[in-house]
């Protein structure tokens, strides 16, 4: 009795100290020469995304880190990164309890009516995940297929367009792996979501026998940009930042690191 005891108080000694260690990432950082402190920007994500943003060994990692990252030491501030899911991220921004998100979040008229994205920093498009042989081999051959996608996402809003606003054969997740597991377990024939997500699934997870279908006619050129709340002035610091990171070379040097090939600066900048 009394030994469970005295590991019950240790266990909980434990905790409190965890959590001592979680609470001291909030403080910010000197910054260099003149002992100004840097501001800690609060930045929201759904860490459930890879290669864009996932969850390593507790870290939340990925290209969209690694470049906010870059964009926030140009821009001059320290960022303290969030997992809090898809829909909460538009909840927060709208609110205004966090400075922005990342999520590989397309720039869309309709989103652009509730908030401000910074300028458009990845060329996207939506592909279609399917079990290797499937009868699918375009957007149309979704028809009368049960497709899954990430609730929220413009992967939903190609497929609606397919087949139909509320279809029955629509599957919708709160997060994109979610919708994949219930094609590995047969509950769908087929995911649309981003070409850099589906593409990646398939090269690390070849034993699950899954291949992407490319329909360029059917699916549009999409670009990420980061969300801040609508009328944000951090909008045109972010904006100078990425494009100083786009000439220095840094954005290429992040973008060979997780796709293995140089990016299309031209159709980036063009966007702008
Ligand atoms: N690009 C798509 C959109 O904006 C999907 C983004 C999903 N991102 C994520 N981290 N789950 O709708």
């Not at 609508?230 to 002035?233: A, T």
């Given at each position: 009795m009394k030994k469970s005891k005295q590991i019950v108080s240790l266990l909980l000694a434990a905790f409190v100290l965890l959590l001592a260690a979680c609470g001291s990432t909030e403080t910010s950082k000197q910054s260099g020469g003149d002992g100004e402190k840097k501001k800690t920007l609060r930045v929201v994500t759904d860490a459930a995304y890879a290669p864009f943003e996932y969850q390593d060994k507790g870290e939340i990692v990925g290209f969209d880190i690694d470049f906010v990252k870059a964009v926030a030491k140009e821009a001059g501030y320290d960022v303290k990164i969030e997992h809090v899911g898809w829909d909460p991220i538009f909840v927060e921004i709208k609110g205004k309890t966090a400075d922005f998100a990342v999520s590989s979040i397309t720039i869309n008229d309709e989103r652009k009516q509730t908030y401000d994205f910074t300028v458009p920093y990845f060329l996207s498009k939506n592909e279609i995940l399917v079990?290797?042989?499937?009868?699918?081999?375009?957007?149309?051959?979704?028809?009368?297929k049960v497709v899954a996608v990430q609730n929220g996402t413009t992967g939903q809003e190609v497929t609606e367009k397919i087949l139909g606003e509320n279809s029955k054969d629509l599957k919708k997740f709160e997060n994109n792996n979610l919708a994949i597991l219930e094609m590995k377990n047969g509950g769908a024939d087929a995911v649309v979501a981003d070409n850099g997500v589906v593409d990646t699934y398939v090269k690390n997870n070849p034993n699950d026998n899954f291949a992407v279908i490319e329909d360029d006619g059917a699916f549009e050129k999409e670009f990420y940009g980061l969300l801040l709340p609508?009328?944000?002035?951090l909008k045109a610091e972010l904006d100078k930042a990425i494009n100083k990171i786009f000439e220095n070379g840094t954005y290429a040097e992040i973008y060979k690191k997780w796709f293995n090939k140089e990016p299309d600066m031209q159709t980036l900048k063009a966007q702008q």
């Open positions: 079990p290797k042989g499937s009868s699918i081999k375009g957007a149309q051959d979704l028809k009368g609508k009328g944000s002035e």
